[in-house]
């Protein structure tokens, strides 16, 4: 099986071309530009592969809703060339093959249970902290959509008394992206991420937060596991103080065999960060069987 993967991103494309098993046989990135730009070079390249499905995996916010109207749309992204734009539209047209499609990170969950760590379980979010926060949320074999889908990187979080920032996102500042995406770091500490690893408050800070939006996500989707990846999620520290701020604030509230192995349950992404483009691949796989 020839599959067509596109994990589209606000600053590149990265399109690839792999197999039901996951297995990836090429991958190339192109900038991402307007649509009228990037979108041909794209195309070129998936027409040349011979694929039988492709499945992408899109940043948003998009319409994943089979049933509606704007099905296959990017929708209000601040992305202002690429708002209502019918992305799977333009390429089941030029293409001819069936064309699964999700969010970026929803496509990255479903890379871990199909491939990765998470493999067999029922239920799993994975979250991916970067130049934003965003959350896929996977649920007894399903990507959970609901009447959108989860845009779990906005919930709002309690500042810290000794925090003065005032957050970074425009809509909310004090969501989980406006404290702790890699922007919100470096406007706060005048720095960026990498440049900051030393700096024992900063991770402090960051474990809090984070910690403080996956307690919630634990007492409402109940998952059998949490998966942490992109950029910010390299600092390796991060890891054992946001599973001790887990245990403090649930202050022993619920039990389980997960959180007292917290070290199995809260854990980083698995798949050298191709979680992305297999979950795509999965994505398209999917679609072809269910055409």
């Not at 992305?87 to 093959?97: S, W």
């Not at 309690?158 to 702790?180: M, V």
Request: negative net charge; proline residues 4%.
């Amino acid at each position: 099986m020839r599959l067509g993967a596109l994990e589209a991103g606000g600053t590149k494309m990265v399109c690839a071309v792999g197999d039901e098993t996951g297995k990836i046989f090429e991958q190339i990135c192109i900038p991402t530009r307007t649509p009228e730009e990037t979108v041909p070079e794209m195309l070129a390249y998936f027409k040349k592969a011979e694929i039988e499905a492709l499945g992408i995996g899109c940043f948003g916010p998009i319409d994943p809703d089979k049933s509606s109207a704007t099905y296959g749309y990017i929708t209000s992204t601040p992305k202002l060339a690429w708002r209502n734009y019918n992305i799977v539209g333009a390429f089941e047209e030029a293409l001819g093959c069936p064309v699964g499609f999700d969010t970026d990170v929803n496509g990255s969950a479903l890379g871990e249970v199909t491939f990765g760590q998470a493999k067999g379980k029922n239920s799993v979010i994975y979250i991916t902290i970067g130049t934003g926060v965003g959350a896929g949320i996977f649920v007894e074999g399903n990507l959970v959509h609901g009447m959108l889908h989860p845009e779990a990187g906005h919930v709002l979080i309690q500042k810290r008394e000794d925090d003065t920032y005032q957050g970074k996102c425009p809509y909310h500042k004090c969501c989980l992206e406006g404290l702790a995406a890699g922007p919100a770091i470096e406007e706060r500490w005048g720095k960026k991420a990498i440049e900051l690893k030393d700096r024992e408050e900063v991770w402090d800070l960051e474990s809090y937060y984070i910690a403080q939006a996956l307690v919630g996500y634990i007492l409402t989707v109940s998952p059998e596991m949490i998966i942490l990846g992109g950029g910010v999620m390299h600092q390796e520290q991060l890891f054992p103080k946001i599973r001790s701020y887990v245990k403090e604030l649930l202050n022993g509230y619920i039990r389980t065999e997960e959180l007292e192995h917290i070290e199995s349950y809260i854990v980083p992404a698995s798949l050298q960060d191709n979680q992305g483009i297999m979950g795509c691949l999965e994505l398209g796989r999917r679609a072809l069987e269910n055409q």
